[in-house]
Protein backbone atom coordinates (compact mmCIF):
# COMPACT_ATOMS: atom_id res chain seq x y z
CA UNK A 1 0.00 0.00 0.00
CA UNK A 2 1.78 3.20 -1.32
CA UNK A 3 0.69 5.63 0.92
CA UNK A 4 2.63 8.35 -0.80
CA UNK A 5 2.59 8.95 -4.53
CA UNK A 6 4.31 10.68 -7.03
CA UNK A 7 2.21 9.44 -10.11
CA UNK A 8 4.42 11.54 -12.89
CA UNK A 9 7.77 9.58 -13.12
CA UNK A 10 9.90 12.18 -15.07
CA UNK A 11 9.22 16.40 -16.20
CA UNK A 12 10.86 17.85 -18.76
CA UNK A 13 11.01 21.76 -18.29
CA UNK A 14 12.77 24.60 -19.85
CA UNK A 15 15.56 26.72 -18.44
CA UNK A 16 13.87 29.84 -16.82
CA UNK A 17 10.34 28.22 -16.75
CA UNK A 18 8.48 26.79 -13.84
CA UNK A 19 8.70 23.01 -12.60
CA UNK A 20 5.87 22.04 -10.52
CA UNK A 21 6.27 18.45 -8.95
CA UNK A 22 3.38 16.62 -7.53
CA UNK A 23 2.68 14.26 -4.66
CA UNK A 24 -0.36 12.77 -3.36
CA UNK A 25 -0.79 11.06 -0.06
CA UNK A 26 -3.55 8.37 1.70
CA UNK A 27 -2.61 8.51 5.28
CA UNK A 28 -4.80 11.48 6.44
CA UNK A 29 -2.60 11.43 9.64
CA UNK A 30 0.90 12.56 8.25
CA UNK A 31 1.59 15.72 10.29
CA UNK A 32 4.96 17.26 8.05
CA UNK A 33 5.96 16.82 4.53
CA UNK A 34 9.03 17.32 3.44
CA UNK A 35 10.98 17.73 -0.08
CA UNK A 36 14.44 15.96 -0.99
CA UNK A 37 16.22 16.38 -3.71
CA UNK A 38 18.91 13.26 -5.54
CA UNK A 39 21.60 12.92 -7.85
CA UNK A 40 23.23 9.81 -9.25
CA UNK A 41 25.75 8.30 -6.40
CA UNK A 42 24.79 10.86 -3.56
CA UNK A 43 22.15 11.05 -1.19
CA UNK A 44 18.75 12.24 -0.85
CA UNK A 45 19.29 16.13 0.45
CA UNK A 46 16.90 18.13 2.23
CA UNK A 47 15.09 20.75 0.17
CA UNK A 48 11.78 22.36 1.86
CA UNK A 49 9.18 21.07 4.24
CA UNK A 50 6.03 22.10 5.70
CA UNK A 51 3.69 21.53 8.53
CA UNK A 52 0.24 20.45 8.26
CA UNK A 53 -1.08 23.16 9.81
CA UNK A 54 0.23 25.79 7.15
CA UNK A 55 -0.98 25.97 3.03
CA UNK A 56 2.45 26.98 1.75
CA UNK A 57 6.05 27.53 2.82
CA UNK A 58 8.58 29.38 0.25
CA UNK A 59 12.36 29.75 0.33
CA UNK A 60 14.17 31.02 -2.17
CA UNK A 61 12.84 30.00 -6.13
CA UNK A 62 11.16 26.81 -3.90
CA UNK A 63 7.70 27.05 -2.85
CA UNK A 64 5.78 23.96 -1.33
CA UNK A 65 1.95 24.03 -1.60
CA UNK A 66 -0.67 21.75 0.62
CA UNK A 67 -3.98 21.19 0.07
CA UNK A 68 -5.26 18.85 2.90
CA UNK A 69 -8.91 18.21 1.93
CA UNK A 70 -7.27 17.02 -1.47
CA UNK A 71 -4.24 15.38 -0.12
CA UNK A 72 -1.98 16.78 -2.03
CA UNK A 73 0.98 18.75 -2.34
CA UNK A 74 2.93 20.61 -4.92
CA UNK A 75 6.27 21.82 -4.90
CA UNK A 76 7.27 24.78 -7.65
CA UNK A 77 10.34 25.72 -8.66
CA UNK A 78 10.79 29.11 -10.12
CA UNK A 79 13.06 29.73 -12.24
CA UNK A 80 13.91 26.75 -13.05
CA UNK A 81 17.91 26.03 -13.51
CA UNK A 82 19.76 23.28 -15.13
CA UNK A 83 21.41 22.67 -11.94
CA UNK A 84 17.90 21.56 -10.51
CA UNK A 85 18.02 18.04 -12.88
CA UNK A 86 17.82 15.36 -10.52
CA UNK A 87 14.99 13.07 -9.09
CA UNK A 88 12.95 14.88 -6.46
CA UNK A 89 11.18 12.91 -3.57
CA UNK A 90 8.18 13.80 -1.64
CA UNK A 91 8.20 12.58 2.07
CA UNK A 92 5.77 12.50 4.79
CA UNK A 93 5.89 11.45 8.25
CA UNK A 94 3.39 11.86 11.38
CA UNK A 95 1.74 10.26 14.58
CA UNK A 96 0.61 6.81 13.48
CA UNK A 97 3.98 6.21 11.15
CA UNK A 98 6.13 7.05 14.67
CA UNK A 99 7.11 10.74 14.15
CA UNK A 100 10.85 10.10 13.13
CA UNK A 101 9.63 8.11 10.44
CA UNK A 102 9.90 9.11 7.24
CA UNK A 103 7.31 7.86 4.11
CA UNK A 104 8.65 8.47 0.45
CA UNK A 105 7.27 8.52 -2.48
CA UNK A 106 8.78 6.77 -5.63
CA UNK A 107 10.04 9.59 -6.90
CA UNK A 108 9.83 12.59 -10.01
CA UNK A 109 12.85 12.85 -12.27
CA UNK A 110 13.41 16.46 -13.62
CA UNK A 111 15.04 17.43 -16.38
CA UNK A 112 15.68 20.99 -17.00
CA UNK A 113 17.13 21.53 -20.51
CA UNK A 114 18.73 24.82 -21.13
CA UNK B 1 31.17 20.25 8.67
CA UNK B 2 31.79 16.74 7.61
CA UNK B 3 28.65 14.98 6.71
CA UNK B 4 26.93 11.36 7.10
CA UNK B 5 29.42 9.12 5.40
CA UNK B 6 28.99 5.58 4.86
CA UNK B 7 31.02 2.57 4.52
CA UNK B 8 31.84 0.47 1.97
CA UNK B 9 30.06 2.86 -0.85
CA UNK B 10 30.12 -0.83 -2.76
CA UNK B 11 29.57 -4.37 -2.12
CA UNK B 12 29.26 -7.34 -4.37
CA UNK B 13 28.38 -10.43 -1.92
CA UNK B 14 27.19 -13.88 -3.15
CA UNK B 15 24.44 -15.15 -1.89
CA UNK B 16 24.62 -16.71 1.37
CA UNK B 17 26.94 -14.59 2.35
CA UNK B 18 27.22 -12.14 5.57
CA UNK B 19 27.59 -8.27 5.04
CA UNK B 20 28.09 -5.44 7.29
CA UNK B 21 26.84 -2.07 6.29
CA UNK B 22 28.50 1.21 8.41
CA UNK B 23 27.00 4.56 9.31
CA UNK B 24 28.97 7.54 10.76
CA UNK B 25 26.35 10.25 11.61
CA UNK B 26 27.22 13.62 11.92
CA UNK B 27 28.87 14.37 15.33
CA UNK B 28 26.39 15.16 17.77
CA UNK B 29 23.29 14.18 15.73
CA UNK B 30 20.83 11.88 18.61
CA UNK B 31 18.99 9.89 16.16
CA UNK B 32 20.05 7.76 13.42
CA UNK B 33 18.09 5.94 10.79
CA UNK B 34 18.27 3.37 8.60
CA UNK B 35 16.63 2.98 5.02
CA UNK B 36 16.55 0.33 2.17
CA UNK B 37 16.26 2.19 -1.70
CA UNK B 38 15.52 -0.36 -4.15
CA UNK B 39 15.66 0.52 -8.25
CA UNK B 40 13.58 2.52 -9.08
CA UNK B 41 11.87 2.74 -5.67
CA UNK B 42 11.64 5.83 -3.15
CA UNK B 43 13.96 5.13 0.38
CA UNK B 44 11.90 2.40 2.63
CA UNK B 45 12.31 2.91 6.32
CA UNK B 46 14.24 -0.31 8.35
CA UNK B 47 15.03 1.15 11.59
CA UNK B 48 15.99 4.08 13.59
CA UNK B 49 17.74 4.78 16.84
CA UNK B 50 17.67 7.57 19.41
CA UNK B 51 21.53 7.40 21.07
CA UNK B 52 22.12 3.92 21.66
CA UNK B 53 18.52 2.81 21.96
CA UNK B 54 16.77 1.08 18.68
CA UNK B 55 13.51 2.36 19.32
CA UNK B 56 11.95 1.49 15.84
CA UNK B 57 13.09 -1.63 13.91
CA UNK B 58 9.52 -2.39 12.38
CA UNK B 59 11.47 -2.23 8.68
CA UNK B 60 13.26 -4.81 8.87
CA UNK B 61 12.00 -7.60 6.41
CA UNK B 62 13.53 -10.04 7.86
CA UNK B 63 15.22 -11.69 11.17
CA UNK B 64 18.47 -12.08 8.43
CA UNK B 65 18.70 -7.78 8.95
CA UNK B 66 20.54 -6.85 12.24
CA UNK B 67 21.25 -3.28 13.32
CA UNK B 68 23.12 -1.89 16.07
CA UNK B 69 24.84 1.14 17.47
CA UNK B 70 27.00 0.38 20.74
CA UNK B 71 28.07 3.66 21.71
CA UNK B 72 25.52 6.45 20.43
CA UNK B 73 27.54 7.02 17.28
CA UNK B 74 28.32 4.74 14.50
CA UNK B 75 25.68 2.23 13.10
CA UNK B 76 26.19 -1.06 11.63
CA UNK B 77 23.76 -2.72 9.03
CA UNK B 78 24.17 -6.29 9.11
CA UNK B 79 22.51 -8.85 6.95
CA UNK B 80 22.82 -12.62 7.27
CA UNK B 81 22.91 -15.11 4.86
CA UNK B 82 22.32 -12.50 1.65
CA UNK B 83 19.47 -13.47 -0.53
CA UNK B 84 19.08 -11.85 -4.40
CA UNK B 85 15.77 -9.50 -3.09
CA UNK B 86 18.48 -7.96 -1.24
CA UNK B 87 20.35 -5.98 -3.60
CA UNK B 88 19.50 -2.24 -2.87
CA UNK B 89 20.95 0.41 -1.91
CA UNK B 90 20.95 1.27 1.59
CA UNK B 91 21.00 4.75 2.80
CA UNK B 92 21.65 5.82 6.49
CA UNK B 93 20.56 9.47 7.64
CA UNK B 94 21.04 11.39 10.94
CA UNK B 95 19.33 14.08 12.39
CA UNK B 96 19.95 16.48 16.01
CA UNK B 97 16.85 14.99 17.53
CA UNK B 98 13.62 12.69 17.04
CA UNK B 99 10.25 14.78 16.51
CA UNK B 100 8.34 15.17 13.57
CA UNK B 101 9.35 17.47 11.01
CA UNK B 102 13.28 17.57 11.98
CA UNK B 103 15.19 17.73 8.77
CA UNK B 104 17.48 14.07 8.70
CA UNK B 105 20.63 13.82 6.33
CA UNK B 106 21.69 11.25 4.57
CA UNK B 107 24.92 9.36 3.26
CA UNK B 108 25.71 8.51 0.10
CA UNK B 109 24.54 5.16 0.51
CA UNK B 110 25.75 1.57 0.03
CA UNK B 111 24.93 -0.19 -3.02
CA UNK B 112 24.40 -4.14 -2.28
CA UNK B 113 24.52 -6.65 -4.81
CA UNK B 114 23.75 -10.10 -4.38
CA UNK B 115 24.79 -12.59 -7.29
Known amino acids: DQQVKQNSPSLSVQEGRISILNCDYT??????FLWYKKYPAEGPTFLISISSIKDKNEDGRFTVFLNKSAKHLSLHIVPSQPGDSAVYFC?????????????FGTGTRLLVSP | GAGVSQSPRYKVAKRGQDVALRCDPISGHVSLFWYQQALGQGPEFLTY????????KSGLPSDRFFAERPEGSVSTLKIQRTQQEDSAVYLC?????????????FGPGTRLTVT
Open chain 1, 91 to 103: AASGRNTGFQKLV
Open chain 1, 27 to 32: NSMFDY
Open chain 2, 93 to 105: ASSLAGGAGVEQY
Open chain 2, 49 to 56: FQNEAQLD
